[in-house]
């Protein structure tokens, strides 16, 4: 056998197959810690992360990141598990479904969409409050939450859940057990069973790099044509890219699902939510404010934020004095009076 040989068998060997992790949990004394939560929480902390690097680039600061993830990490959180639970209510409400199940959000099942929308809808608000401009954050936010996608993918791979269909490429999954998936290898394409040690496509891996390109993507665009789009675009970007990636790895998928004239319900909705992102895109451009516009507004907000913070401090610190110039005083008045 030549070295080539050998290099070929070793390679092909390399590449057989995907191994599905051993473990999904871990203990920490009494307590229980799965590797999704982990997935998700890595996420949510890289996300912050990359959106408070590119806040702070627009003129705005880590603590204004911070009040805002406060309110919208739990708000999306709860946004994406109640998606999961509407369109798969099955689990929770079928025969041998269970309502608890609602709660234990570490055993899988967030849907992005209803995490985006919540989460949207609460960082809007917020904004309108504060007076932040909402596009601005809007772009900030954009490759992060790519980034956490991705990360949290890795979730789906610890629970052996959501993949795709039978395959025979060298990238194939290869599942420990089924009972633990929510996407059960026995429904294979019709239904029937598959054979075991039967391979799948790692629709999770393919979500983590398309994922990650976006963000790349998004980022390469936000330096190089910033002054040319309008601010919100990078944004609306993401939901283009998302849906599109979203809607041929979805159609690979073979867990269960709620299906409309032929296809899962996931895949219209992608489909639609392009179409508006594309619409919205184009009325963006004729309608929406420059980038640099709203950079000067929430720098000029900063600036009155940090000022009325420091003014507080001082103030605060000018009571603090008072006090205890008081106190000495009636301590000087009590000592003169028991000297008399």
């Known amino acids: 056998?030549?070295?080539?040989?050998?290099?070929t068998a070793i390679a092909s060997r390399a590449l057989a197959y995907?191994?599905?992790?051993?473990?999904?949990?871990?203990?920490?004394?009494?307590?229980?810690?799965?590797?999704?939560?982990?997935?998700?929480l890595a996420g949510i902390i890289l996300a912050v992360w990359i959106t408070a690097r590119r806040w702070k680039k627009v003129g705005g600061n880590f603590d204004q990141i911070l009040d805002i993830t406060l309110v919208c990490v739990p708000c999306g959180i709860i946004g994406a598990r109640l998606y999961h639970v509407v369109t798969t209510p099955e689990r929770f409400f079928g025969p041998n479904g269970d309502p608890v199940e609602i709660l234990r959000i570490w055993n899988g099942g967030l849907g992005i969409w209803g995490g985006v929308l919540l989460g949207g809808l609460a960082a809007w608000v917020w904004c309108r409050h504060k007076h932040y401009p909402t596009a601005l954050l809007a772009d900030a936010v954009a490759p992060g939450l790519l980034v956490a996608q991705a990360v949290g993918r890795l979730g789906n791979w610890f629970n052996q859940e959501l993949y795709g269909a039978p395959t025979k490429l060298p990238w194939g999954l290869k599942l420990n057990s089924t009972g633990s998936a929510i996407g059960h290898e026995e429904q294979c394409y019709d239904g029937t069973s598959c054979p075991t040690g039967t391979l799948f496509h790692p629709t999770f891996l393919y979500e983590m790099v398309w994922n990650l390109v976006g963000a790349a993507i998004i980022v390469w665009i936000g330096r190089k044509a910033a002054k040319?789009?309008?601010?919100?675009?990078?944004?609306?970007?993401?939901?283009?890219?998302?849906?599109?990636g979203r809607t041929w790895i979805e159609a690979l998928r073979i867990d269960f699902a709620h299906v409309i004239f032929g296809m899962r319900v996931n895949v219209w909705i992608s489909m639609i939510a392009f179409i508006f992102a594309v619409v919205a895109f184009v009325i963006l451009q004729r309608t929406g404010s420059r980038q640099v516009a709203?950079?000067?507004?929430?720098?000029?907000?900063?600036?009155?934020?940090?000022?009325?913070?420091?003014?507080?401090?001082?103030?605060?610190?000018?009571?603090?004095?008072?006090?205890?110039?008081?106190e000495v005083g009636?301590?000087?008045?009590?000592?003169?009076?028991?000297?008399?």
């Open 294 to 326: 709203l950079v000067e507004q929430l720098r000029t907000l900063t600036e009155v934020e940090i000022q009325a913070q420091s003014d507080g401090q001082s103030r605060r610190q000018a009571s603090k004095q008072n006090s205890s110039h008081a």
């Open 330 to 340: 009636h301590e000087a008045c009590d000592s003169k009076k028991s000297q008399e």
């Open 18 to 40: 995907i191994p599905s992790p051993s473990i999904s949990q871990f203990k920490v004394g009494p307590l229980t810690i799965r590797f999704y939560a982990l997935c998700i």
């Open 228 to 244: 040319r789009i309008k601010a919100g675009s990078l944004f609306v970007i993401y939901v283009m890219w998302y849906t599109a």
């Open 1 to 7: 056998m030549t070295l080539q040989h050998v290099s």
